[in-house]
């Protein structure tokens, strides 16, 4: 079965007018493979400047750079293959889930050993994120429909939350980096565990809501399996006499 593709975020009408205006006019030399390849560069360039960002803050904008270039690789890939009419359904929807776990874990390493953040808190907030996208996987098999975002969150706007992460601690870096005194915790490791959090929130919900389709899916299977009734109503018997 191939999915269909839904995305629920905040971006995504308006990122969607924008990658139709874009598909159209890539260059001809601009494959698919090539803007995934792209796309990888632009992660493991984010993940270099987060992980120079403590020693020298300009890197940051690396970071800024390397999700744009994230952004345009793996939006564009799949769309220009199937703008070609070259598209592989299912080794690109398996390459596309491969890439983007690989670079959301580059993004881990990179804000990981910057020293930005308690060195845990990059790979709690990627465990949630993989946990969530097995269950929108799980969830295709009920609906044939693979979510891209959960709730209004996608990976477009979790890019966005990369770049303004970047942006804020480039403006105001002793805001970020001042320890709250009764947690021993930097404002940003304060703002990155709530944000697991509420990831852990909406991972308990939508495992609720998922169970319940689910159980509701295995009911109509069981009863769609059962062999029909006969009917209890004996049918009528003709008179044998007369009046």
Same mark, same amino acid.
């Given at each position: 079965?191939?999915?269909?593709?839904?995305?629920?975020?905040?971006?995504?009408?308006?990122?969607?007018?924008?990658?139709?205006?874009?598909?159209?006019?890539?260059?001809?030399?601009?494959?698919?493979?090539?803007?995934?390849?792209?796309?990888?560069?632009?992660?493991?360039?984010?993940?270099?400047?987060?992980?120079?960002?403590?020693?020298?803050?300009?890197?940051?904008?690396?970071?800024?750079?390397?999700?744009?270039?994230?952004?345009?690789?793996?939006?564009?890939?799949?769309?220009?293959?199937?703008?070609?009419?070259?598209?592989?359904?299912?080794?690109?929807?398996? %390459? /596309?889930?491969?890439?983007? @776990?690989?670079?959301? +874990? *580059? !993004?881990?390493?990179?804000?990981? #050993?910057?020293?930005?953040?308690?060195?845990?808190?990059?790979?709690?907030?990627?465990?949630?994120?993989?946990?969530?996208?097995?269950?929108?996987?799980?969830?295709?098999?009920?609906?044939?429909?693979?979510?891209?975002?959960?709730?209004?969150?996608?990976?477009?706007?979790?890019?966005?939350?990369?770049?303004?992460?970047?942006?804020?601690?480039?403006?105001?870096?002793?805001?970020?980096?001042?320890?709250?005194?009764?947690?021993?915790?930097?404002? %940003? /490791?304060?703002?990155?565990? @709530?944000?697991?959090? +509420? *990831? !852990?929130?909406?991972?308990?919900? #939508?495992?609720?809501?998922?169970?319940?389709?689910?159980?509701?899916?295995?009911?109509?299977?069981?009863?769609?399996?059962?062999?029909?009734?006969?009917?209890?109503?004996?049918?009528?018997?003709?008179?044998?006499?007369?009046?």
């Amino acid at each position: 079965m191939i999915p269909k593709r839904h995305n629920s975020g905040f971006l995504a009408k308006s990122e969607a007018r924008a990658l139709d205006i874009l598909v159209g006019r890539l260059p001809a030399w601009m494959s698919p493979d090539r803007l995934t390849t792209l796309g990888m560069l632009g992660a493991l360039l984010g993940a270099i400047g987060f992980g120079m960002g403590l020693a020298d803050l300009t890197s940051l904008g690396l970071v800024i750079l390397g999700m744009v270039m994230n952004w345009f690789g793996d939006s564009l890939d799949g769309r220009l293959a199937r703008h070609r009419h070259i598209e592989r359904r299912i080794q690109g929807f398996i %390459l /596309d889930n491969g890439f983007d @776990l690989l670079s959301y +874990l *580059l !993004l881990a390493l990179g804000f990981a #050993v910057s020293g930005l953040v308690w060195p845990a808190i990059p790979f709690i907030l990627l465990a949630l994120y993989v946990m969530l996208s097995n269950l929108a996987l799980a969830r295709m098999l009920i609906t044939g429909v693979h979510e891209l975002a959960v709730g209004k969150v996608g990976t477009s706007e979790v890019r966005v939350g990369f770049l303004l992460v970047a942006v804020m601690i480039y403006a105001a870096p002793m805001v970020f980096f001042y320890r709250i005194p009764l947690l021993d915790l930097t404002v %940003l /490791d304060f703002m990155s565990l @709530l944000w697991a959090c +509420l *990831l !852990l929130y909406g991972f308990a919900q #939508v495992f609720r809501a998922d169970l319940r389709s689910a159980g509701r899916a295995d009911a109509r299977t069981r009863a769609e399996a059962l062999p029909p009734v006969a009917s209890s109503v004996a049918p009528p018997v003709a008179s044998l006499g007369g009046h």
